[in-house]
């Protein structure tokens, strides 16, 4: 098994590999996905296949096992093509942040695919697979989707397994599926979510056959627009898909009426907090002893601190060093217990519209569309790119990004759904334009 920086190594393919095998992994040659190829990301794992996560230091690792969601699909036919390139550990928006390379966008070279997914969502935009899995903790499904013109579905926290995805912040991390078709995207979603036995947090609930919701209506469906995502959008096109996507679903009955969302400014500050707590928790197991590269040293405090210091990147350790300190003594209470306290508030932000009749919410995915490499060097102007996919994720809610065309790129609009509802989320997909 090589890896995708000699295999694919070219800008037909866009560096969105990491690895590929010889042939495709298929356990049935029937089945319900028969036929579907699917790319994994590559902090999920796929047994016998390298599990870097985009990372040195986790290099030369080669995962013993299949995450369940892997086996699922394994189970019912689809193919698995190979892993995808993402941002070390999940953290960035941009897929700039990996350590095997830059992944560059099919439908513009110069620009970001987006991230952490983007290897996933490059790879469905340019026809390299039909499905991909990837990982979504604060929008890294759903803002390379929109970035690259495919759906980008994350589900209700809970929905699918999290067994076998390499923690980063495990109150926020799910699974999530892109693909340029929403059947297909919507016929994986049936065959991977559900309770396993390996996950406490997966819901026991029924999964619904939403293949079928596709044929019902959006008439009388109450969809809300909250201002001050909309005061947030940095390129007018960004505005215009969601002013497009208002005037699709009215004239399929749905009504879309003006709603607030005062605590839209706290959620970046609420999510950043517990994002990186609980990665500086999550990632103090990569210390070069038991998995992954291991730098010599001749003792043991000092092979850690080498392992680290060579193998993360300077994403992941400002991230790790962030997180470290809003847990520390005397900082706790003042940033990580607050942050999680107003995390309920924001989830009960949305729940007070969802209980007064509304029924979905209608936002942009992302403030700009697609920007060039190099473009947002600064963390801070980089990490404003999740300011309306964050609250999402805190709220545990179902969200997907569907892709708008907008003077010769794509930008994407997202649904927002109440916990457990994805049946209006893919029903109201089919009267939003697509190409």
């Not at 620009?111 to 996933?120: D, E, K, L």
């Not at 003006?258 to 706290?266: A, G, N």
């Amino acid at each position: 098994m090589k890896p995708a920086s000699t295999q694919l190594k070219n800008l037909d393919h866009f560096n969105a590999f990491l690895h590929v095998p010889n042939e495709p992994l298929v356990s049935l040659s029937s089945g319900r996905l028969a036929g579907i190829t699917v790319a994994v990301k590559d902090n999920i794992a796929v047994e016998g296949m390298p599990l870097t996560c985009g990372s040195k230091l986790l290099g030369n690792f080669i995962s013993p096992y299949n995450a369940t969601a892997v086996a699922q699909i394994l189970d019912v036919g689809a193919a698995i093509v190979g892993k995808t390139n993402m941002d070390e550990f999940g953290m960035g928006s941009s897929c700039e942040y990996s350590a095997f390379g830059h992944v560059l966008n099919p439908l513009d070279h110069t620009r970001v695919p987006g991230g952490s997914s983007g290897g996933s969502a490059a790879a469905v935009a340019a026809g390299l697979c039909d499905v991909a899995l990837g990982s979504d903790t604060g929008g890294s499904v759903r803002q390379p989707a929109a970035f690259c013109g495919v759906y980008g579905f994350k589900p209700t926290y809970g929905r699918i397994s999290r067994y076998g995805l390499v923690a980063f912040a495990s109150s926020l991390d799910q699974v999530g599926i892109l693909s340029a078709d929403l059947n297909k995207l919507i016929e994986v979603a049936e065959n991977i979510c559900g309770y396993d036995i390996n996950d406490n947090t997966t819901s026991r609930k029924p999964i619904p056959k939403w293949s079928t919701d596709l044929e019902k209506n959006v008439q009388g469906l109450r969809i809300g627009v909250p201002q001050e995502y909309l005061d947030g959008i940095e390129e007018k096109e960004c505005r215009q898909v969601v002013d497009n996507a208002i005037e699709q679903l009215k004239a399929g009955g749905a009504t879309c009426e003006s709603i607030s969302l005062p605590l839209t400014p706290h959620v970046l500050p609420t999510y950043y907090i517990i994002n990186t707590a609980e990665a500086s928790s999550n990632l103090s197991r990569f210390d070069g002893g038991r998995f992954g590269n291991r730098t010599p040293a001749n003792r043991f405090h000092d092979m850690v601190t080498a392992s680290r210091d060579h193998g993360f990147g300077e994403e992941v350790k400002r991230r790790i060093l962030l997180g470290t300190y809003v847990l520390s003594k005397g900082y706790y209470d003042q940033y990580f217990d607050k942050a999680t306290k107003v995390r309920m508030l924001i989830r009960n932000e949305f729940m007070h519209h969802f209980s007064d009749g509304i029924d979905l919410l209608l936002t942009p995915t992302t403030p700009t569309r697609a920007f060039r490499f190099g473009e947002k060097s600064k963390p801070l102007t980089m990490y404003g790119s999740d300011r309306f996919t964050a609250a999402a994720s805190l709220a545990g809610l179902p969200a997907i990004s569907v892709p708008m065309p907008v003077d010769g790129l794509l930008a994407g609009v997202q649904l927002i759904a109440p916990h457990f509802r994805e049946d209006l989320i893919f029903r109201s997909c089919r009267y939003l334009s697509y190409y």
